[in-house]
């Protein structure tokens, strides 16, 4: 079945980086356009990220835009998002997600403060 396992998330100082990956397994990766979603507590789950098949197309969350940086390695099925110069309000449970199989992972969580 298809499954989505989240990892990568911490505390981190505000200003710091975090790299989250998101194994992917039991579809066909390479042929599924990725997203990243974040919930922050209280909130609605909020769109970060979206990647293309093969990595050319990248669109960003206005938020995010300059900070993080979304890619995927298609020959080991991983997606990734980078996340530098990192901010209290993008504290929250970060989600991978595959439209086409309408898949979500367990989500790994975030927390920026000092």
């Known amino acids: 079945q298809v499954q989505l396992v989240e990892s990568g998330g911490g505390l981190v100082q505000p200003g710091g980086s975090l790299r989250l990956s998101c194994a992917a397994s039991?579809?066909?990766?390479?042929?599924?356009?990725m997203y990243w979603y974040r919930q922050a507590p209280g909130k609605e789950r909020d769109f970060v990220a979206r990647?293309?098949?093969?990595?050319?197309?990248?669109k960003y969350a206005d938020s995010v835009k300059g900070r993080f940086t979304i890619s995927r390695d298609n020959a080991k099925n991983i997606l990734y998002l980078q996340m530098d110069n990192l901010k209290p309000e993008d504290t929250g449970v970060y989600y991978c997600?595959?439209?086409?199989?309408?898949?979500w992972g367990q989500g790994t969580q975030v927390t920026v403060s000092s």
């Open positions: 990647i293309n098949l093969d990595g050319s197309t990248l």
């Open positions: 997600h595959t439209s086409l199989n309408n898949a």
């Open positions: 039991g579809f066909t990766f390479s042929a599924d356009p």
